[in-house]
Structures are given as C-alpha cells and as structure tokens.
Nanobody
Framework: QVQLVESGGGLVQAGGSLRLSCVASRSIFSINTMGWYRQVPGKQRELVAVFTSGDSTNYADSVKGRFTISRDNAKNTVYLQMNSLKPEDTAVYYC?????????????WGKGTLVTVSS
C-alpha cells in the first residue's frame, strides 16, 4: 500500500552533513508513523528518528541534537537532516512507514540509502 524511496546518502567526512529524503507513494497524512532506521552489517536495525501520532518525535539518544526529522506533506516526503556526522553513523538508512489497521499494523520499508562517514 505504500512505496518508499530513499535518497541522499553518500560519503562524507566526520563533522559534515547530509540530508536524507524519503518519498512516499501516498499522502503521508494517511500514514500513522514515518521515520528512519539504520543498520550496520552484523547488527540489528535500530531506530534513528520517527514521527508518531500527534506529530510527536522520538530520537535515538545517539543522534539527539545532531539529527532532525522533518516532513513536507505537500511532497509526501520525510527528511532526515544529519549534522555533525560521526564515523559511528555509518550505516544503511531505511525509511519506514506504519499503517495502523484493524487486525494489526502494516509495516513498509524502503530499500535503503548508504551513509558512509570517514574519520
């Protein structure tokens, strides 16, 4: 029901910035939650930042003060502004959307965009 396409990843030096974008195939007004996760090889996918119902946000402790999630409803797009990047931020970043429907949640993922932060 929802296709998600991420972009904006790349190679950046420590201390630099990147802005990730996630374009959804439907109005994000109709999506209960949208956010960003990341995954490093050998580790589980972890939450980075998310919008929840009521426009509340939640950030991983490791990115608070450095990353900002935002959205443009007219463009069906969610962004992740990543500042003061650290090598530890290197990961594949995935856009996530959750639809709450009777019987349970429906979870959708983009294919990911790679962020590499060099020392």
């Amino acid at each position: 029901q929802v296709q998600l396409v991420e972009s904006g990843g790349g190679l950046v030096q420590a201390g630099g910035s990147l802005r990730l974008s996630c374009v959804a195939s439907r109005s994000i007004f109709s999506i209960n939650t949208m956010g960003w996760y990341r995954q490093v090889p050998g580790k589980q996918r972890e939450l980075v930042a998310v919008f929840t119902s009521g426009d509340s946000t939640n950030y991983a402790d490791s990115v608070k003060g450095r990353f900002t999630i935002s959205r443009d409803n007219a463009k069906n797009t969610v962004y992740l502004q990543m500042n003061s990047l650290k090598p530890e931020d290197t990961a594949v970043y995935y856009c996530n959307a959750v639809l709450v429907v009777p019987g349970g949640d429906m979870d959708y993922w983009g294919k990911g965009t790679l962020v590499t932060v060099s020392s």
